[in-house]
Every structure is written in structure tokens, then in C-alpha cells.
């Protein structure tokens, strides 16, 4: 990274500085407090760049798997999980999506149609998809934090990744899907391999809001994947995780959804961790996994509202002849109400997460539906996380923290500094989050999208189409009249244009 200023990016993330081996998250200790005295909302963030050197959040904790600085170079530097060390579109063309059009010339459809690109956008608004938006090719990063103003949302029909390897996705809103015929999931990665999406909202799927899995009868391998601090809200329901390369679900806000918070369905041995996600007003269960998933479940909040609380539907397994290994540990249940009669409390769960878990439907002899699972599948020991390990959180912390930094929320401009461009729906789903509210889900017959302010960038806002604005190429040394976007002024593996796009983790 860039040396321009004296900044220290650990405590700008994590609240510690470099070094800082403090373990005070200064978290609410009362897992029942719904709004923090803090101001958790993004805010305006300059455009300083990053020391040598920076650790980002996720790092340096007692419970992080040992990351350390020099590590890994991440596909961005707050990545981690399975996906931490992907490279998305690094060193390809920049492709710049000049309109809201479905389809043509400067389109989002038009920008996903040829492998090794950067794809950054000189438009805000609303985008209505026609027909599916299927995207395959290889190599690709979406930055809609270049979006100006309100940012990107995707309507009509749903966006697919499919058969495709290495793509990043970031601060994008994908609410389409909800109106076609086939009930497709709002976002969908199928049959790909090495995908992280980060920091994008998801919502009125006819299915799911976001799934990464793979086709019935696919030989394609599936996994190496991580989403991270999305909002998924009002979709039918959560998320499926689908392949044996493995997966990571981290700090995803999960809010009035029924079930799968995610489904792990794997076709011979998936790893999944699922850590520190939020679920908020669900109303049937959480997780349901199936043959021989590794799971390790740690530190989730879920808070069922006011739905009476069934303890053998939080978590299900399907036996089908083959047993998982799951590790589960500190993830906390919130229930208003208990529908009777119940076997086991809240409190004895929380105290134990074996005590979540139970077997569902369809589950093969010896085993019985509802019963809980055989202590002997349950793991002592942890595994090594996935990929780059992520700081974990208490269930308690991961509240507290998680619905202030979800979703597409932020927006660079011409000198790098960030600005909160959270929509009106996530901005009261979020809301209604913090302050306990539990209001009624919507039918999708409610589902609709209500038109974004449009805003361009003027034509000498990136004077030699590299994607970084003229001002902030000025700033920096560079020659906003010469493509430099793929160079690496500084020999620390991100290009040029990726310092200005990840200034957004600052």
C-alpha cells in the first residue's frame, strides 16, 4: 500500500492500533441491548491511503487463526475465509458501465460478458433487468462502490454468476428475481468456483436472496467462496451453500426471513464456516446440512422474534447414510415465546449448541425426525478456518457490531474519501434491527423496487478511462492523461487502481 500519510489502518478498522493486543471490543455485555451508544453509520471517510504493512480487521485477535502481517495478498484487505486471496479482475481491462440500460454498449449486461475485467460504473440508479443476467466469464471485479450518489440496484430479473472462476463482487444491491416465472434467488453463483461477494444487499427473492451452489447432476467443483457482510432481508428465504471446495458466511445480516441462514448442502465433503452472522425476526429455523458437511458454527446471533420458538427446529440434519463433523460453539438463540412443549430451553442451548441441533425430515433409519443429533458427530476440537481466518466475535459482539457496517453502503468519490449511500430499505431494516423491532414480513406480492436518483460522473472525472479519478490521480503522483491502472507504484501486489478502489475498507 500507499505511504502518503501517518495513518494507522488497524485502528481505523478494528478500534486498536498495530500491534494492540487489547481484547476490549467495547461491545454491550447484555445480549438483550438493541441499540448501542455509539453511531454505528458510516460515515465520511477521507482519502489518506493505507501504510505499508496494514492489518486489516480480522487479524491479530486471539481467535483469528495467526494472521499476520505479510501475509497473504487479499483480494482486497479486509477479505477473508475461503475466498480471502482471489484476484477478481486485477490486472485486466477496466470496463465502464455509462448507463442503466438492460442490455448494449455501457451496459452492467455488456460489462460481464468478456473475462479479466475491472468494472467500475460512471452511473447511479436503478437497473431493470429484462431477461436473467447471466455472466459467464472468468476473472471479474464489480466495484459499485465507484458508483456516484445513491449507488447501484439491480432489478427485474435475477443476476447469475454461472460456470465461471474468480470473482469479486462488492457494494451492489441486487432486488430482482421476484417477478419471474421460475422463482430464481435475487443473486446466484452457480456451478463457480472462487467467488467473494462483500458489503451487498440482497432482497425480494422469489427464492433465496443469495445462493452459491451447484446444479443438480453438475460435475463442476463449487466452493472457495465467501460472502461477507451482506444484507439479505424479505426474500422467501436466506441463503444455500452448495460444494466441496468450501465456503465462508461471515458477518451477513440475515433480516425477516423464514429459514436457511444458510442451507449447507454438500455433494460429497463441503467445509463451511459460518460464523458471526446476525438473523433477525426468522420464523421457522436456521441451519439445515446434509451428508458429509464440515460445519464449524461459531458466535451467530439469531433472535426469532415473536414466533413461539420450536427447540427441534434451529438447527436439522438430514442423514442420508454418510455422517458430518460440526463444530459448534458460542451462538446465542433470542426467544420471545416457546411453543410447548419444548424439551430443552433457551438457555440450556445457548449453554450448549448441541442441544440446537436435531434431524429433519427425510432422515434415514436408525435415526428419528426431531431427535437430536448423537453427541459423537459433534467435534471437540476445532479444525483450521477456511482460507484466511477471520477474527471471531462473540454471538453478543457480532449484534452489536454487525448491522452498523452491512450491506451496500458506501460510495468513493473523485478524492477517495467514502460517503454512507445506504438505501431506504436497508437503511429501515437496519433501523428496525437496532431498536428490537419486529415488524411483519411482506408477502411477495409486496415485493417492489422504488426508482434511485440518477446521477452521471462528468466527462473529465476520469480523463483516461483507468478507472481513478483525475483528482485522485493528481493527488497521488499519477498522470490522469495516462492509462496507469494495472502498474503497481509501490510493489506491494495491488495494482494502482486498487488502492483507490479498496480506500472503501478504510
Same mark, same amino acid.
Given at each position: 500500500m500507499f505511504r502518503f500519510a501517518s495513518v494507522c489502518l488497524c485502528a481505523a478498522i478494528t478500534g486498536f492500533g498495530c500491534g494492540d493486543s487489547s481484547d476490549d471490543s467495547g461491545a454491550p455485555e447484555d445480549a438483550s441491548v438493541r441499540d448501542a451508544t455509539t453511531d454505528?453509520?458510516? +460515515?465520511?471517510?477521507?482519502?489518506?491511503?493505507? *501504510? #505499508?504493512?496494514?492489518?486489516?480487521?480480522? #487479524?491479530?485477535?486471539?481467535?483469528?487463526?495467526?494472521t499476520t502481517v505479510g501475509g497473504p495478498l487479499r483480494a482486497f484487505p479486509t477479505a477473508v475465509g475461503a475466498a480471502a486471496e482471489i484476484t477478481g479482475g486485477r490486472g485486466g481491462s477496466v470496463y465502464?458501465?455509462?448507463?442503466? #440500460?438492460?442490455?448494449? *454498449?455501457?451496459?452492467?449486461?455488456?460489462?460481464?460478458?468478456?473475462?479479466?475485467?475491472? /468494472?467500475?460504473? #460512471? @452511473?447511479?440508479?436503478?437497473? @431493470?433487468?429484462?431477461?436473467?443476467? +447471466?455472466? &459467464?466469464?472468468?476473472?471479474?471485479t464489480i466495484a459499485g462502490q465507484t458508483a456516484p450518489g445513491a449507488g447501484i440496484t439491480v432489478d427485474g430479473e435475477n443476476f447469475m454468476i454461472y460456470n465461471s472462476d474468480n470473482w469479486i463482487v462488492r457494494y451492489v444491491r441486487f432486488r430482482g428475481g421476484y417477478a419471474a416465472a421460475d422463482t430464481p434467488d435475487s443473486f446466484a453463483a452457480l456451478n463457480s468456483i472462487r467467488v467473494y461477494v462483500d458489503h451487498c444487499s440482497m432482497s425480494f427473492g422469489a427464492d433465496e436472496g443469495a445462493s452459491l451452489t451447484q446444479s443438480s447432476g453438475s460435475t463442476a467443483t463449487t466452493g472457495e467462496a465467501t460472502m461477507g457482510r451482506c444484507l439479505v432481508a424479505e426474500s422467501k428465504t436466506g441463503t444455500i451453500l452448495d460444494g466441496e471446495a468450501g465456503y465462508t458466511s461471515y458477518q451477513n445480516l440475515y433480516y425477516n426471513i423464514s429459514h436457511r441462514f444458510p442451507n449447507v448442502a454438500s455433494p460429497s465433503s463441503g467445509s463451511y464456516d459460518i460464523i458471526n452472522n446476525v438473523v433477525w425476526n426468522y420464523s421457522n429455523r436456521l441451519i439445515r446440512g446434509n451428508d458429509e458437511a464440515d460445519i464449524v458454527h461459531?458466535?451467530?446471533?439469531?433472535? /426469532?422474534? +415473536? +414466533?413461539?420458538?420450536?427447540?427441534?427446529?434451529?438447527?436439522? %440434519?438430514?442423514?442420508?447414510?454418510?455422517? *458430518?463433523?460440526?463444530?459448534?460453539?458460542?451462538?446465542?438463540? @433470542?426467544?420471545?415465546?416457546s411453543q410447548s412443549p419444548n424439551t430443552h430451553g433457551v438457555e440450556a442451548m445457548n449453554a450448549d449448541n448441541r442441544l440446537m441441533w436435531s434431524f429433519f425430515d427425510g432422515t434415514l433409519s436408525p435415526y428419528v425426525e426431531d431427535d437430536r443429533l448423537p453427541t459423537e458427530w459433534f467435534a471437540a476440537t476445532r479444525r483450521e478456518l477456511l482460507g484466511v481466518a477471520p477474527m471471531v466475535l462473540s454471538a453478543e459482539e457480532a449484534f452489536a457490531q454487525v448491522p452498523r457496517d452491512v450491506g451496500a453502503n458506501r460510495s468513493l468519490g473523485a478524492d477517495g474519501a467514502t460517503t454512507d449511500n445506504t438505501d431506504d430499505y436497508d437503511e429501515e431494516w437496519i433501523a &428496525?434491527?437496532?431498536?428490537?423491532? %419486529?415488524?411483519? &414480513? !411482506?408477502?411477495?406480492?409486496? %415485493?417492489? @423496487?422504488?426508482? !434511485? *436518483?440518477?446521477?452521471e460522473r462528468p466527462a473529465d472525472f476520469d480523463t483516461d478511462r483507468d478507472g481513478m479519478p483525475d483528482v485522485w490521480e493528481r493527488a497521488n503522483g499519477f498522470d490522469p492523461d495516462t492509462p496507469d491502472d494495472s502498474g503497481d507504484a509501490d510493489g506491494d501486489g495491488y495494482t494502482n487502481l486498487e488502492e483507490y478502489l479498496d480506500l472503501v475498507d478504510l
Open positions: 454505528g453509520g458510516a +460515515t465520511d471517510r477521507d482519502g489518506a491511503l493505507p *501504510p #505499508d504493512g496494514f492489518v486489516p480487521a480480522g #487479524d491479530g485477535g486471539s481467535d483469528d487463526g495467526g465502464h458501465v455509462t448507463n442503466l #440500460d438492460d442490455s448494449g *454498449p455501457g451496459s452492467l449486461r455488456d460489462a460481464v460478458s468478456e473475462s479479466n475485467r475491472t /468494472i467500475v460504473f #460512471d @452511473v447511479s440508479g436503478r437497473i @431493470v433487468l429484462e431477461s436473467r443476467l +447471466t455472466a &459467464n466469464a472468468d476473472n471479474i461459531l458466535g451467530n446471533y439469531a433472535d /426469532i422474534g +415473536t +414466533t413461539p420458538m420450536r427447540d427441534d427446529r434451529i438447527n436439522q %440434519y438430514q442423514y442420508r447414510g454418510v455422517e *458430518p463433523r460440526i463444530f459448534t460453539e458460542g451462538n446465542v438463540i @433470542v426467544a420471545v415465546n &428496525n434491527v437496532l431498536a428490537g423491532v %419486529y415488524a411483519g &414480513n !411482506l408477502s411477495i406480492g409486496e %415485493y417492489s @423496487v422504488d426508482p !434511485l *436518483p440518477s446521477e
